[in-house]
C-alpha cells in the first residue's frame, strides 16, 4: 500500500470514527435515556439495580472508547502518519520490491511481524540512502550505522537477534552472507548478466537519457567496488562465482531441513539470505551463472519457499498480526549524525566562517557605496533622463 | 537642379545659416565618430578653394530648403557594405532593410538612422556610419547607401555585473567573457559564471545569433550547470544541467524553451517527510511564455507608470509519460503615481502565482517542490518584476507551509526541531510604496530617497488533495503582513534598501523579526 492510498484510508477511517462518535453518543444517550423513559416497567427491583449498574458500566466503556478514539483520530490529523514506514524502490519480478538492497528490510520487518506500511521512491536509483524506515519524525537511513536493520536493533524498535549475538557462529554466518553473497549478487546484477534486470528494478519511472546515464554511472561504480578493471576481470568473477558456490554449500549445511538458520526462530541472517535467494531466483534471468548455482542446492530453494509463503504471501492478507518482540517505549538511544567533539568544533568553524564572510560583505558594500555616493549624482542623471522620455 | 541626394554633408564650417534640427539629424545619422567625408573624397583629391566650400554651402542651403518645404522624393537604388571582411553582407543587408522602404529623402533620413542603430545594437561593430550618394547618372532622382562598418579588433570581452535571477529569487554577481563574431553571422559566444548570495552558483556557456534562418526575432541558446543549495532553509541541494533554447524575443513576448535534467539531494539526511520523498532525479521539459509590457519611467525608482507581466509555464512536452508534468502561471502588477512633490510617487503592486502538476492522478499527486513558490528574503518587493517573490521583514523562504525536520537526539541541540520550509502551490503578495526625495541637496544629488511601505502575503498548498481543505476565509485569515521605513540608495551595481520593518501578522513558525532589514536589488 502506497503512502497515497494509505492517507485515503486514513481520512475515510477519520470520518467514520466521526460519524462512530456521534452514533455512540447517541446510542449512550439512549442507554442513559432508557431506564427513564420506563421508570415502571420493571417489578423485579434487584435486577434492575443491576441493569442499572451493567448500563452505567456500558455508557462509562463506550464513553472512554469514544474519547479515545476520538483522541487517535486528533493526533494523526495532527501528526499525519504516525505509522511505520518502510520506503524502499518499486516492486517487480513478483517482489514486493525489486531492489535487492530494500528486500532484506522488508523480510526483517515481515518476519518480525512488525506492522507497516510500504512507500516507494523511483527517482532515486543511485542513493545509498533507500530503502529508509520512518516513523513521524524518526529516520533510519541505509547510511548510517551500518543499514537499516542495524539501526532498527541499535534504536530498539525491532530486533530479532538478542539470544544470538553471542554464538560465534552467527558472526561467522553474518559475515559469509553480507560480504561473499552480498559480492556476488552485485556482480551477478551489474556485470554477469550485463544489468538486463536493472531497467525493471531502477530506471521503471525515469525518462530514458537519465535511466541511460545513471546505468553507466551504477555499472562504474558496482566495478570500482568490486575491484573489476580490465586486467582483474576474469580473475576476480571466478573468485566471486568460487566464494559464492562455497558459501551456498556451507548455508545448505548449515540450514539442513530446518525451518529458519537459527533453531526455529527467525534472525536477520534469515532475512538476509532469504532476500537474496528470492532475487537470484525470481529477479535474474534463466542464464544467470549464479543462479544456476543456487538451484543445485534444493533445500535452499524449498527454505525460501516455504519462508516466503508463511510470511510474505500470508501476512499480506491479514490485516494486524500480534505485536510483539518490541518494547512499548523507545529508547533512542542517540542517533548522532556527528561524534561530541566534532560537532563542537565544526559550529565553532561555521561561526568563525560566517563572520568572516559578513564582514567581507560589509567592507564591500561600503566600498561601492562610498564610491556611488561620493561619485556624484550620475545614476541621478539616468534617471531624469528616463523622465524626460 | 542639384541633385537632391548630395552630399547631406554634416562638416560644412560655419553652419549659421543651416537649419538646426535637420544638421542634428545630419550628425545623428553618421554615427559617434567618423564623419565620413565620402563625396568630397571621391573628388580628385584637389585642395578644397573657399570658393568650393562656398559653392557647396550653397548647394546644401538649397537642399535643406527644399526638404522644409516639401517632401523630397528620392528612390534608393543599392545598398553598399564597405569594411566587412569577417561578418557577411547579408547580415548587414537584413539589419538596414528599412532604408530601402524610404520614398522621400526625410524618410531616408529617419531610416538611416533606424539602421545605424540596429547595427549598432548587433554589438560587432567598433564604428558604423552610413552616407547617402548619388546614384547612377543616368537614373535621376536615385541615390545610393553606403555603408561602413568598422569591425571589433579585440572580438574577445569581460564583463561583471550584478543581476536578480528569477529563478534563484537573490541577486548574484556574473562574470561572462564574450567572443564576437566567430562565424561572421552576427554570432555572439559567451561563458559565464555566477555566484549568488545564497551559495548558488551557475557555469553556462550560450550564443547568440541575431538572425536565424531569416526570422526577424534573435535566436539564443545556452547550456548551463547550475548549483542551488537551499540546506538551511528546505533541506535539499538542487543541481541541474540544462540546455535552453530563446525562440522568440521581441520587446513584448518571449518564448524560451528548456530541457534540463534536475537532481535534488539531501547531504545533511535531516529533510522533513515531504522533502524527503522528492529527492532523486528529474528530466524537465518545458516551455515558457512571458509576455512583458512596462511603462514604468524607471525599473528602479518608479515614479510614473504601470506595467504587467505574465509568465506561462508547461512542464512534460516530451512524448515519455515519465517527464515532469506541471502547470505554472504567473501574474504581476505595478501602477506608480506621481504625487508632485518632492518627486514622490506611491507604488502599488499585485502579483500572484499558482503551480499544479498535470496528467494522470494530478489531483493526488505532489508538484515538485523547486517548481514551487517561496517568499522572504532580501529582494525589494519594488524592483522584483515578475511574480509574487519577496515580503519585507521576512527571511529568505521564511513563510509559508512548513513541516518538521528529521529528530536527532543531540545532547547539546534543543528540544524544538528545526522546519523545512516545503513552499505553496498557490502564493500572492501585494504592497504599497511611497517614496519621496529628502529636503537635502546632497541626498538628491545622488539620488538617495527615503520610503514608507505595506505589504502583505500568503501561500498555501493544493496538490495531494490538500486543494480540499483551503477556503477563502482560511486564506485570508493567515495573511501575514507588515509595515516599515526606510532609505533608499542607489548604487552603480544595484539598489540597497536599509529599511526598519514591523511585522504586524506572521504565522506560527514563520521566519520573520521586526527590526532593520537590508535588501538588494538589481534591475
Not at chain 2, 409 to 425: A, I, L, N, P
Amino acid at each position: 500500500m502506497d503512502l497515497v492510498t494509505g492517507q485515503e484510508v486514513l481520512d475515510e477511517k477519520r470520518s467514520e470514527d466521526d460519524h462512530n462518535i456521534s452514533s455512540w453518543f447517541t446510542s449512550t444517550k439512549n442507554l442513559s435515556e432508557k431506564p427513564l423513559a420506563k421508570p415502571s416497567s420493571s417489578t423485579k427491583r434487584p435486577a434492575s439495580s443491576s441493569m442499572n449498574l451493567l448500563e452505567d458500566l456500558f455508557f462509562f466503556f463506550f464513553l472512554t472508547r469514544a474519547l479515545i478514539t476520538h483522541t487517535n483520530a486528533i493526533m494523526e490529523g495532527d501528526q499525519e502518519t504516525e505509522v511505520y514506514t518502510l520506503v524502499a524502490r518499486k516492486p517487480s519480478f513478483d517482489l514486493p520490491t525489486a531492489c535487492p538492497n530494500c528486500l532484506p528490510a522488508y523480510i526483517y520487518l515481515k518476519l518480525a511481524q512488525l506492522p507497516f506500511e510500504l512507500a516507494f521512491n523511483s527517482t532515486f536509483p543511485d542513493s545509498d540512502e533507500l530503502p529508509y524506515f520512518e516513523n513521524g519524525t524518526y529516520v533510519a537511513y541505509n547510511n548510517e550505522d551500518g543499514g537499516v536493520i542495524e539501526k532498527l536493533k541499535k534504536d530498539g524498535i525491532v530486533n530479532l537477534d538478542v539470544p544470538l549475538q553471542t554464538l560465534p557462529e552467527y558472526l561467522s554466518l553474518k559475515a559469509l552472507i553480507v560480504s561473499w553473497l552480498g559480492e556476488a549478487l552485485t556482480y551477478e546484477i551489474w556485470v554477469g548478466t550485463e544489468g538486463i534486470s536493472t531497467s525493471k528494478i531502477y530506471y521503471s519511472d525515469l525518462p530514458w537519457v537519465i535511466s541511460k546515464a545513471l546505468f553507466y554511472k551504477q555499472t562504474y561504480m558496482a566495478k570500482n567496488r568490486l575491484g573489476i578493471t580490465k586486467e582483474t576481470a576474469e580473475q576476480r568473477e571466478k573468485q566471486i562465482y568460487k566464494r559464492a558456490s562455497e558459501a551456498y554449500e556451507a548455508l545448505s549445511t548449515r540450514l539442513g531441513e530446518q525451518k529458519f538458520l537459527f533453531e526455529d526462530r527467525p534472525s536477520s541472517l534469515d532475512a538476509f539470505l532469504l532476500s537474496h535467494i528470492l532475487f537470484i531466483i525470481q529477479a535474474l534471468p534463466e542464464t544467470s551463472a549464479l543462479r544456476c548455482k543456487l538451484l543445485e542446492h534444493s533445500n535452499l530453494v524449498r527454505y525460501a519457499e516455504k519462508l516466503k509463503a508463511e510470511f510474505l504471501e500470508a501476512s499480506s492478507s491479514s490485516p494486524s498480526p500480534p505485536l510483539h518482540s518490541f518494547p512499548s517505549s523507545f529508547s533512542r538511544k542517540g542517533s548522532k549524525p556527528k561524534s561530541k567533539p566534532k560537532v563542537e568544533k565544526t559550529a565553532e568553524e561555521k561561526k568563525f566562517k560566517k563572520r568572516a564572510r559578513f564582514f567581507l560583505a560589509a567592507q564591500f558594500l561600503a566600498v561601492v557605496m562610498y564610491l556611488s555616493v561620493m561619485g556624484g549624482g550620475s545614476s541621478d542623471e539616468l534617471e531624469y533622463e528616463d523622465e524626460d522620455d | 537642379m542639384a541633385n537632391p541626394a548630395e552630399k547631406p554633408d554634416p562638416n560644412l564650417s560655419t553652419p549659421k545659416i543651416e537649419p538646426e534640427d535637420e544638421r542634428e539629424e545630419l550628425e545623428d545619422m553618421n554615427g559617434d565618430e567618423e564623419e565620413e567625408e565620402e563625396y568630397e573624397e571621391e573628388d580628385d583629391g584637389k585642395p578644397q578653394t573657399r570658393e568650393d566650400a562656398i559653392a557647396s554651402r550653397i548647394q546644401a542651403e538649397s537642399l535643406f530648403r527644399r526638404m522644409r518645404a516639401a517632401p523630397v522624393p528620392v528612390r534608393v537604388h543599392d545598398v553598399i557594405v564597405k569594411g566587412n571582411e569577417k561578418t557577411k553582407d547579408h547580415v548587414i543587408e537584413a539589419e538596414v532593410d528599412v532604408v530601402r522602404q524610404a520614398t522621400t529623402l526625410q524618410e531616408l533620413l529617419k531610416a538611416s538612422k533606424v539602421a545605424n542603430f540596429n547595427l549598432q545594437a548587433l554589438d560587432i561593430f567598433d564604428s558604423v556610419s552610413i552616407t547617402l550618394d548619388s546614384g547612377p547618372p543616368e537614373l535621376p532622382g536615385t541615390t545610393n547607401v553606403v555603408i561602413h562598418v568598422v569591425e571589433s579588433k579585440s572580438p574577445i570581452t569581460g564583463q561583471i555585473g550584478t543581476f536578480t535571477k528569477a529563478e534563484a529569487r537573490s541577486s548574484s554577481l556574473e562574470g561572462s567573457l564574450k567572443y564576437k563574431n566567430i562565424f561572421g553571422y552576427g554570432d555572439i559566444w559567451d561563458g559565464s559564471l555566477a555566484y549568488g548570495c545564497d551559495h548558488s552558483a551557475e557555469v553556462g556557456l550560450g550564443m547568440y545569433l541575431p538572425r536565424f534562418r531569416g526570422r526577424p526575432t534573435p535566436f539564443t541558446s545556452r547550456v548551463y550547470l547550475s548549483n542551488q543549495d537551499w540546506l538551511k532553509f528546505s533541506s535539499y541541494k538542487e543541481r541541474a544541467l540544462g540546455l535552453s533554447f530563446g525562440l522568440i524575443a521581441s520587446k513584448y513576448h518571449e518564448l524560451v524553451y528548456t530541457t534540463a535534467w534536475r537532481n535534488l539531494i539531501d547531504p545533511s539526511k535531516m529533510a522533513s517527510s515531504s522533502i524527503r520523498r522528492q529527492l532523486g532525479h528529474n528530466l524537465v521539459s518545458a516551455l515558457k511564455y512571458t509576455f512583458k509590457f512596462d511603462q514604468r519611467n524607471s525599473s528602479l525608482r518608479p515614479t510614473r507608470g504601470y506595467s504587467f507581466i505574465s509568465t506561462s509555464q508547461i512542464g512534460g512536452l516530451a512524448p515519455d509519460s515519465r517527464v515532469l508534468r506541471f502547470l505554472r502561471q504567473e501574474v504581476d502588477l505595478r501602477y506608480a503615481v506621481p504625487l508632485g512633490f518632492y518627486r514622490a510617487a506611491l507604488n502599488f503592486g499585485v502579483s500572484g502565482g499558482i503551480t499544479f502538476p498535470w496528467g494522470s492522478g494530478y489531483k493526488s499527486r505532489a508538484s515538485y517542490v523547486p517548481e514551487r513558490f517561496f517568499l522572504g528574503g532580501n529582494l525589494s518587493p519594488v524592483c522584483s518584476l515578475g511574480g509574487p517573490s519577496a515580503l519585507w521583514g521576512f527571511k529568505t523562504r521564511g513563510l509559508g507551509p512548513s513541516e518538521r525536520r528529521r529528530e536527532v537526539q543531540d545532547d547539546e541541540s534543543s528540544d524544538t526541531h528545526e522546519r523545512d520550509f516545503v513552499g505553496g502551490d498557490v502564493a500572492v503578495t501585494a504592497f504599497a510604496d511611497l517614496s519621496f526625495d529628502f529636503p537635502l541637496k546632497w541626498f538628491r544629488d545622488r539620488g538617495i530617497h527615503g520610503h514608507v511601505f505595506a505589504c502583505a502575503g500568503n501561500m498555501a498548498e493544493l496538490s495531494e488533495n490538500k486543494y480540499r481543505k483551503l477556503t477563502a476565509p482560511k486564506l485570508l485569515e493567515t495573511f501575514r503582513s507588515s509595515i516599515g521605513a526606510g532609505i533608499v540608495v542607489p548604487t552603480s551595481l544595484f539598489r540597497m534598501e536599509l529599511n526598519y520593518c514591523h511585522i504586524l501578522k506572521k504565522q506560527e513558525h514563520d521566519r520573520a523579526k521586526s527590526g532593520l532589514f537590508v535588501t538588494f536589488s538589481t534591475s
